[in-house]
């Protein structure tokens, strides 16, 4: 998908803050954070929904959660735990169609997160 925002910043047509990039994944901070660490882990080809992913992207499923640990801990949120968000779909939140995860850290110091 050529217009889709997520593969733009991938791409390097838009700005993105990145935490990591890896080949198959990125991360990089939200630009409307609703937690005071929001990372967005995102898979580098263009994955619309939860919706859609096959058995052909088992590892990659496993490798977004690998890293959502390896970002907390690298970002130290860890150890007072942290959130994991995938919201799948329009009806469930999902803005952006391009499968990716939530990171959501220091949750202590917004306690009206709403999710």
């Not at 907390?72 to 919201?87: E, F, P, Q, T, W």
Request: glycine share 6%; charged share 20%; with cysteine.
């Amino acid at each position: 998908m050529t217009d889709c925002i997520f593969c733009k910043i991938i791409r390097g047509e838009l700005p993105g803050k990145f935490v990591r990039k890896e080949k198959n994944w990125v991360a990089f901070y939200d630009v409307s954070p609703q937690a005071p660490v929001h990372i967005l882990i995102v898979p580098t080809r263009h994955i619309e929904s939860l919706q859609t992913v096959s058995s052909n992207d088992r590892n990659l499923l496993g490798d977004l959660m690998v890293a959502a640990h390896e970002i907390a801990r690298d970002l130290s949120v860890d150890a007072g735990g942290y959130k994991i968000v995938i919201n799948n779909g329009k009806q469930a939140g999902q803005i952006v169609m391009h499968l990716h995860m939530h990171l959501l850290g220091n949750l202590n110091k917004s306690p009206s997160f709403p999710v």
